[in-house]
Structure formats: C-alpha cells, structure tokens
C-alpha cells in the first residue's frame, strides 16, 4: 500500500509576500499540490500572497465557496451549503493524500485563526498525518503597519466579530481594554455606532488591506462615508495609562 501523503495547512501571512514565513515558503516549494480558497471569478488573496513561491509541477485545486454574503450567516440553508462544501473540499483533498502526495492548503493568515483551513483539518486529520504552519495574523499585520501599540502589562485584548449584534458589540467594547473588530464590510454602520456609545470611537483606527498595497488606515472618527471590504478591521488600542 502507498503511505498516505502529508496535509500542510500553510499560513502565508496578512497580505505582504514578505511577511511569509521561511518555513511557509519551503512547505509550498514542495507540496505536491496546493489548494486555495477563493470567491467565484476571483484568485483568492491566500493564492495571490503566495503564487511566486509554489512550484510549477504542482497540481493546483481551487476551491470556491458555493456562497460568501447572499445568505443570512444564521439561516439554515447557510450552515447546510458551508458544511457540504467543506465535505466536498475534504474529500477532494483525501484523493490527492490516498495516492501518496503531500497537499498545502494555503491560508492568508493564521490557518488556526478564523481561517477556513480549520474545516479541512477537523474532517481530516484523525485519518493523516497533519502539519500546521502558523502565520502573522491579519490583526498583527494591521496594528504593526499603523505603528498602534495594543496591548500592555494587564490589559485584556478582545477579538470581535463585526457580524455580532450591535448591543453585543457594545457590551464587550465597555467590558475589555483593546480590541480588534473583523468582517467589517456592511457592518460598518453598526460598529461605528457600538463603539460611539461605548465610548471608544476617539480611539478606534480603521485599516483597510492592512500590509497591502493600497493600504489605508486613518482615525475611524475621520471616516466619513460606511464603505469598508469585509476584511478591513478596526482596531482600538489599549495602554490607555502609559508608563
């Protein structure tokens, strides 16, 4: 029987190619296939960070979400068009492992931080031998590029999601002492207004494509209009009481 290949899951990073890792660049040097995620008629920015490092020999699987914002995140239909693509998606890559070949999946950030690797790897690895290579987060690549200081001695750090409800929101905003809120896209509107009445809108920076080209990143309070991609992030520092 042929040993069954290695699953990498392979964090390239926040955005610059060059904040990828040594061991991130000599994983998909290698791997016999790379697969990526990516939006219908799109590269995916995972693909994009880490296309001039992967080996032109090797096999590459795309695997594009079956949905992305036309459905409520909490509708049923939702949950069931997520998980049979994921099913699809391990099976796909199990065929690739079954005959021998070691397959990346590559992942922009963190795989083990809201990365969508995570979906592979729990209906994968009880059955094959797994490999994990962590990657900057998109939220240290964004605080690093805008120069913020976030977090010091005791202060609690909290990461939030912009698709939490806007009392949610304003409820851990008063309870912590830095945050980072994601997936801002149309949430926009109601961070902005959750962080108003939390009292942290004169200390919240917003950062679109942080690391990026194109990269903005400017006071929140500035921000005139509500237009935001989903993966800009808003970042209140800390450190409130600097020694």
């Known amino acids: ?43 995916g920015n995972g693909w994009t960070i880490a296309a001039e490092h992967i080996q032109t020999s090797a096999e590459k699987l795309p695997l594009i979400y079956p949905i992305t914002t036309e459905i409520p995140k909490d509708a049923p239909d939702y949950r069931k068009a997520l998980c049979d693509f994921y099913d699809k998606a391990a099976a796909n890559i199990a065929t690739r492992l079954d005959t021998g070949r070691d397959v990346a999946v590559v992942c922009e950030g963190d795989p083990m931080f809201f990365g969508s690797y995570m979906h592979v790897h729990v209906r994968l690895a009880p059955q094959y031998p797994t490999e994990i290579i962590a990657g900057v987060t998109g939220m240290s690549g964004c605080w690093s590029a805008a120069g913020l200081p ?35 896209g149309r949430n926009l509107p109601k961070v902005r207004r959750a962080l108003e009445r939390s009292a942290r809108l004169d200390r919240a920076i917003y950062v679109e494509r942080g690391t990026m080209d194109g990269s903005r990143i400017m006071p929140l309070a ?18 409130e009481h600097r020694s």
């Open 222 to 239: 500035d921000k005139r209009d509500d237009d935001a991609p989903y993966f800009a992030v808003v970042l209140v520092p800390g450190w």
């Open 150 to 184: 976030m977090a010091q001695g005791d202060d609690i750090l909290t990461v939030l999601a912009g698709t939490l409800s806007e009392a949610e929101l304003e409820r851990r905003l008063v309870t912590t002492d830095a945050a980072v809120i994601m997936k801002l």
């Open 1 to 43: 029987m042929t040993a069954p290949g290695k699953l990498l899951g392979v964090g390239v990073g926040p955005g610059d190619p060059e904040l990828m890792t040594v061991k991130a660049v000599r994983a998909l040097g290698k791997a016999d296939v790379i697969v990526y995620f990516a939006k219908a008629g799109a590269a």
